[in-house]
């Protein structure tokens, strides 16, 4: 027994969920009920001018709205599902919160307690009684199946700890149903003694910490790596300090995108596949990297591939991250650190203050070089009035008008990586985007989260079609909850980046990536068709319009972001048009592709 | 039969590439098989880098003056000539003049230079052999590099196989593309030869190399640092890696 006999009396299960998240001061509980679900639901009945329900019209759109939400936030929120398919269809959810080290607390109802292995409606009994934690144990950080009232007490703040101390991520709690209206004997856990009184941003010894700053103030062509741990760990301000202290340049990983604003003097760009020459250029020729919270993933090294990217080693790698296992999974070490990237930076930027700072001239004259190579390639498209719109131009006429920290949320396909090479994020921690497991739809919801987290800030969610007729109903959450997010879908009437893949990596031979109609025996006969959009948008009840022409983009996105109506941008642009690579990704066992910007480098 | 003074002389008198891509080439086969026979396959190469008529007439001069010798099995180089031969060509290897806008060195102090910043740069770097500052064997994070000044782009084939059977990565360096080093390209087909080996040719600035060895990364900053230099690809070798199905164009290219 963790609590003490004089706290204790009689609370029903779903009780217990309530007050402690009233306790936690949750402001949202989002998700979809079933009969799984109301007996929880029901003890909020009464709260909710303190806990707002959000239901989306979808488990998985809930789950994305909430990981949203805490990378904005950092708060966790609770995310309600019945029992059977709505614990499934949350499953990509969390799967995509995790990934990305994001959290929310999944909250999934089970059958009851003396029905366990009956097979009774939706019980997942066939291989163990009630067993959905076996299905999403691979994408949480725990997964927690109560039998008792008292263990809800007990695991809602373990739970509420291990989300928000390390490296965060999100914690599954399986509940059967009848505890919610059962009556047991326990207490309500205050987060203060349980959770919140948790000491985890641990740093570095000094004597790393003067061995990192020796290894950068030798270096003569060193650089900073700004991965997703940075946005995590909230060590943007830190990051810039060190960096400008040090002068030494900064370029991200697509998940660290957004750490530092793009137009710092400092700042490189993101590496990657479809990153910035400037950054990659710099990758490859950097004598030593200071690694902040980065994976190291296919898609930023190249697949790995020496010369594209990256030549580590030669070059000498010093990585710090909160997760041991992250720590030379793909490239090995000259100095490894498990730490919290915020903590050690604060550390670096206290003791590089006992030292001199170094010019480094001939690197930065050298990456100002890359600099102007890169400005000179992209500058054409800012003003480029091709009809079908370049995508290019799109995103630069999005810039132009929308507020300098508006939130960004890119989905997933050809329209992430369009984002990643041409949005310019100018306020720190305003860019999102799924980088680890890629679910189509996670911006097209997303962006709603983010409306809940920041809902003075304009939130732009740029998807393609496909992702967006995955989750057309999030305009209709928008409409209901008065969420007034501009979606701004780049159309090209196929799931363009598989189809691009087809193009270019099997011979141009596409099949089941156009959406078109069918028409006789042929598929390929048919034409190209989507539902129109923003048709679809006023019908739900907010905005739509389709942009056809370069010069119509402004205009819309800027009445849009001023109407505060939930509006759908439909922009039919050039599907032909491909995302420049600047490194490489490769798919084994087809060869890797060239890049399209800058000097092939292979070694 | 010839003295030894008198193929000197004749080498620093004609100082001709062509003759020093046979010798060369003959003296590695010595090395590598009992019986010292150049094979085929590598008198084709050394005939298509030069040509097929000038070829036959240097073996011809090469067997009249006995630096070479025909045998039933084929054509080697005289066993009383390959100490000497070996030393001359050394000689005349680290001789080899180098000159960069702001330096001028030769081949022998560029490539003791190289593997000095090595032994600087590339921390656990372990010289295991060096002859005479023309060849290098160097242990580095458990692969084996072999470094080498060379006349002829034309042996590298023949030691691709044993290089990839001990696991060694073989760079020569060397004015390679002068001599039609592209005629080499077809042999990145054979995954031994573009897995082993590696060209650098610092009088051209220029490089053939998909090796996945790290080290090499030094080499590139080795010439940057020290010269201010890159080593480039030459356009043949991405062609003919894309037309072998080794690299793809996205269809911008
Ligand atoms: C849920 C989900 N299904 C499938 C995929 C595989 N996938 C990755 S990108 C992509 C294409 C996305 O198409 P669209 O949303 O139209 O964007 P575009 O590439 O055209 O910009 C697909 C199908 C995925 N990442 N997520
Ligand atoms: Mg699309």
Redesign the interface.
């Known amino acids: 027994m963790i609590y003490t006999a004089d706290k204790l009396s009689k609370y029903k299960g779903a009780d217990v969920v309530a007050e402690y998240m009233q306790k936690e001061k949750i402001p949202y509980m989002i998700g979809y009920a079933g009969h799984g679900a109301i007996g929880l639901l029901d003890s909020f009945y009464d709260k909710q001018d303190q806990i707002k329900i959000v239901w989306p019209r979808i488990e998985t759109a809930a789950g994305f709205m909430a990981d949203a939400y805490f990378r904005i936030t950092k708060v966790p929120l609770p995310v309600y599902v019945s029992t059977g398919p709505g614990p499934v269809l949350s499953a990509c959810a969390v799967a995509n919160a995790y990934y990305d080290s994001s959290a929310f607390l999944l909250i999934t109802g089970q059958v009851t307690t003396d029905q366990f292995d009956s097979g009774a409606l939706q019980e997942p009994y066939r291989q163990h009684p009630a067993d959905f934690p076996s299905v999403v144990r691979n994408y949480v950080k725990h997964s927690y199946q109560a039998s008792t009232v008292h263990q809800i007490a007990q695991f809602l703040p373990k739970a509420f700890k291990m989300m928000q101390t390390g490296r965060p991520g999100p914690v599954h709690l399986d509940v059967p149903y009848d505890l919610y209206q059962t009556e047991g004997e326990t207490a309500v856990p205050d987060p203060e003694t349980w959770a919140d009184s948790v000491s985890w941003r641990h740093g570095a010894e000094t004597k790393v910490i003067t061995s990192i700053l020796k290894k950068l103030r030798e270096a003569k062509r060193p650089l900073i790596l700004a991965g997703g741990g940075v946005n995590v760990s909230e060590a943007r301000d830190e990051l810039r300090r060190f960096a400008e202290n040090m002068n030494i340049p900064v370029y991200t990983s697509l998940m660290g995108k957004g750490a530092i604003a793009d137009s710092h003097p400092l700042h490189l760009g993101v590496c990657g596949c479809w990153g910035h020459y400037p950054a990659v250029e710099a990758a490859r020729n950097a004598d030593v990297i200071l690694a902040l919270g980065c994976r190291f993933s296919d898609l930023h090294t190249a697949s790995w591939q020496p010369g594209f990217a990256y030549n580590i080693p030669a070059t000498k790698l010093i990585q710090i991250d909160i997760d041991p296992s992250e720590i030379a999974r793909n490239y090995p070490v000259d100095l490894g650190v498990v730490g919290d990237i915020k903590t050690v930076l604060d550390q670096l930027i206290d003791k590089a203050a006992e030292g001199e700072t170094v010019t480094y001239e001939q690197w930065h004259d050298e990456l100002a070089g890359y600099k102007k190579q890169w400005d000179d390639f992209v500058t054409p498209y800012k003003t480029c009035d091709e009809k079908p719109i370049d995508p290019r131009r799109l995103i630069y006429d999005i810039r132009k008008v929308a507020p300098k920290d508006a939130i960004m949320f890119s989905d997933v396909g050809n329209n992430q990586p369009w984002i990643e090479e041409f949005w310019s994020s100018e306020t720190p921690g305003t860019h999102f985007t799924a980088g680890g497991f890629a679910a189509m739809g996670f911006g097209v919801c997303g962006v709603l989260g983010a409306k809940l987290a920041r809902p003075e800030a304009a939130c732009i969610n740029v998807c393609g079609d496909g992702g967006f007729m995955m989750m057309p109903h999030a305009e209709a959450t928008a409409v209901q909850y008065n969420l007034p997010a501009v979606w701004i879908i780049m159309n090209n009437y196929a799931i363009g980046a598989i189809r691009d893949l087809q193009r270019f990596y099997f011979g141009g031979r596409q099949i089941g990536t156009n959406f078109e109609t069918y028409e006789g025996t042929k598929y390929h006969n048919g034409e190209l068709w989507n539902p129109d959009f923003a048709a679809m948008a006023r019908s739900m009840g907010g905005e739509g319009v389709r942009v056809e022409n370069p010069g119509d983009i402004a205009p819309a996105v800027e009445a849009a972001i001023k109407s505060q109506k939930p509006t759908v941008i439909d922009v039919i642009i050039n599907r032909d048009t491909p995302v420049p690579l600047t490194s490489t990704w490769q798919m084994p066992p087809i060869p890797p592709a060239l890049p399209t910007f800058g000097k092939i480098k292979i070694r | 039969m010839v003295s030894n003074l008198t193929l000197i002389d004749y080498l620093e008198k004609e100082s001709s590439y062509l003759c020093l891509n046979i010798l060369e080439s003959a003296l590695v086969c010595c090395r590598k098989n009992g019986n010292g026979v150049i094979p085929e396959p590598l008198l084709r190469d050394l005939a298509d880098l030069f040509d097929c008529r000038t070829l036959e007439s240097e073996i011809k001069n090469l067997l009249e003056r006995k630096v070479l010798i025909q045998t039933g099995e084929g054509i080697s180089l005289n066993r009383e000539k390959i100490h000497s031969l070996s030393i001359h060509l050394n000689q005349l290897k680290k001789a080899m003049k180098l000159t960069f806008t702001e330096k001028k060195v030769t081949a022998g102090i560029f490539l003791n230079e190289l593997v000095t910043y090595l032994e600087q ?3 656990c770097l372990v010289e295991e052999e060096a002859n005479d500052c023309t060849e290098y064997l160097l242990v580095w ?1 458990d692969n084996r590099y072999r470094l080498q000044l060379a006349f002829s782009p034309g042996w590298l084939p023949a030691v691709a196989d044993e290089a990839a059977a001990d696991n060694i990565y073989f760079a020569v360096l060397g004015p390679f593309a002068a001599q039609n080093w592209q005629k080499m390209l077809h042999y990145y087909g054979y995954p031994a030869f573009r897995n082993n080996t590696a060209y650098y040719d610092p009088w051209h600035h220029q490089k053939m ?10 080499f ?2 080795f010439f ?2 020290r010269y201010g230099s890159k080593f ?2 030459p356009d043949e ?2 062609c003919k ?2 037309s072998i ?9």
Do not use: C
């Open positions: 740069e590339a921390s994070r190399n998909i090796s996945k060895g790290g080290l090499f990364s030094y590139d900053w940057r640092d480039f690809i070798f991405p890696l894309h199905g080794l690299l793809r164009y996205n269809d911008e290219k």
